[in-house]
């Protein structure tokens, strides 16, 4: 059952529809106002998004700029999204291995993805990300964690049940991203939502990394 579940997210549309619905759900005016400040204050320059699916958060860049780069490593998903977005560049790549040149981006933006990938693609991707961003160039992470309390059952059996087969404790996140040196966090922006929790963490390259 859960695999066919899976299965049925596969389609870009019932995806797109899916995320839509869950958004609606999941503290819609708080999220919708952490994710707007976020987008405000981190939307400048050339700026690419990672793991994009079918691109649902389209609107909240167009807001703040007038053309986005976006990849994902799904086909189908970026050609959903083309039908339903006018000002965004599109590349199919894996998000280890992105096909840009270094030092292109002054912001990268990667929007609930990391918990779809094991430690080493997370590191990969890091790694990936710290080539393609200027140098004083940001890495905008927004995702769900499992929450510090250890006795908060509902987020542990829906962290067992995600599609995304790897939701961490924010502490394991950021031992990823600091791990190498690659980046400084400065802030986590956000932490409430049900049954997880929800932050963002906005990560700036290091100079130890060079």
């Known amino acids: 059952g859960q695999m066919k579940v899976y ?3 596969e389609n870009p549309f019932w995806y797109h529809l899916i995320i839509k619905l869950f ?3 999941a503290r819609p005016g708080k999220q919708a106002n952490f994710l707007d400040k976020i987008f405000s204050q981190e939307c400048k320059g050339l700026l690419l998004e990672i793991g994009s699916g079918t691109c ?11 053309k986005y780069f976006a990849t994902d490593i799904k086909f189908e998903y970026l ?9 965004t560049t599109f590349t199919v790549s894996d998000s280890q291995f992105l096909p840009f040149r270094s030092c292109s981006f002054d912001s990268i933006f990667a929007l609930f993805m990391f918990h779809h990938l094991p430690d080493d ?15 004083e160039g940001v890495f905008i992470v927004v995702d769900v964690f499992l929450p ?5 059952l ?5 962290g067992k049940i995600d599609r995304g087969r790897h939701v961490r404790k924010r502490s394991h996140f950021l ?10 966090w400065r802030e986590v922006v956000f932490k409430e939502s049900w049954p997880y929790d929800v932050s963002a963490f906005i990560l700036q390259k290091s100079n130890d990394s060079k």
């Open 121 to 135: 693609f997370v590191q990969s991707t890091l790694k990936e990300v710290d080539l393609c961003l200027k140098d």
């Open 148 to 152: 510090d309390n250890s006795f908060n």
């Open 56 to 66: 649902q958060f389209n609107n909240l860049y167009e807001k703040y700029l007038p």
């Open 79 to 87: 050609n959903y999204a083309k039908k339903i977005t006018k000002n």
């Open 23 to 25: 958004s609606l759900v």
């Open 7 to 9: 299965k049925f997210l």
């Open 175 to 184: 031992n990823l991203c600091t791990e190498k040196k690659l980046f400084k």
């Open 154 to 158: 509902p987020a542990l059996i829906a």
